[in-house]
């Protein structure tokens, strides 16, 4: 299974797995640092190369709900990936009803984003004949 690093998202702040994320692996099977490495925000859509020194430590376990799959991941995750079945879930983080409420927030504000690009790449919304 290849590494999945949790960052702390410089978009949103958030802590979850990665939407997007490329890298080399070195020849120990770990993320080759030493190559550059793109990793985007799942949650706001944050495009960014990061750092080994970004990576967060996996002080906290998340249980799959839905294959009782037990996942080590940073306290401060709002969002974990079950490496077993895939599911991504609610993280550790979201017992804060503040990061809870920013998590789902954020989600809605990216979706919106998402929905109007896809409209506007089918042609869908008419650009701005007054563009400021």
Same mark, same amino acid.
Not at 52 to 65: F, G, I, K, P, R
């Given at each position: 299974?290849?590494?999945?690093?949790?960052?702390?998202?410089?978009?949103?702040?958030?802590?979850?797995? =990665?939407?997007?994320?490329?890298?080399?692996?070195?020849?120990?099977?770990?993320?080759?640092? =030493?190559?550059?490495?793109?990793?985007?925000?799942?949650?706001?859509?944050?495009?960014?190369?990061?750092?080994?020194?970004?990576?967060?430590?996996?002080?906290?376990?998340?249980?799959?709900?839905?294959?009782?799959?037990?996942?080590?991941?940073?306290?401060?995750?709002?969002?974990?990936?079950?490496?077993?079945?895939?599911?991504?879930?609610?993280?550790?983080?979201? =017992?804060?009803?503040?990061?809870?409420?920013?998590?789902?927030?954020?989600?809605?504000?990216?979706?919106?984003?998402?929905?109007?690009?896809?409209?506007?790449?089918?042609?869908?919304?008419?650009?701005?004949?007054?563009?400021?």
């Amino acid at each position: 299974m290849r590494p999945r690093p949790y960052v702390r998202c410089p978009g949103c702040d958030l802590v979850g797995p =990665a939407e997007r994320l490329e890298y080399e692996l070195s020849e120990t099977g770990d993320v080759d640092w =030493a190559s550059p490495v793109a990793w985007q925000c799942a949650e706001c859509g944050y495009l960014d190369r990061i750092t080994a020194e970004q990576v967060l430590a996996d002080d906290a376990a998340h249980t799959c709900v839905a294959c009782r799959t037990v996942t080590p991941c940073p306290a401060a995750a709002a969002r974990v990936e079950c490496p077993v079945c895939g599911l991504i879930g609610l993280g550790p983080a979201t =017992a804060d009803p503040e990061i809870a409420g920013q998590l789902r927030a954020i989600e809605a504000l990216h979706d919106m984003e998402l929905r109007v690009r896809h409209a506007l790449r089918e042609g869908r919304i008419p650009p701005d004949p007054h563009p400021t």
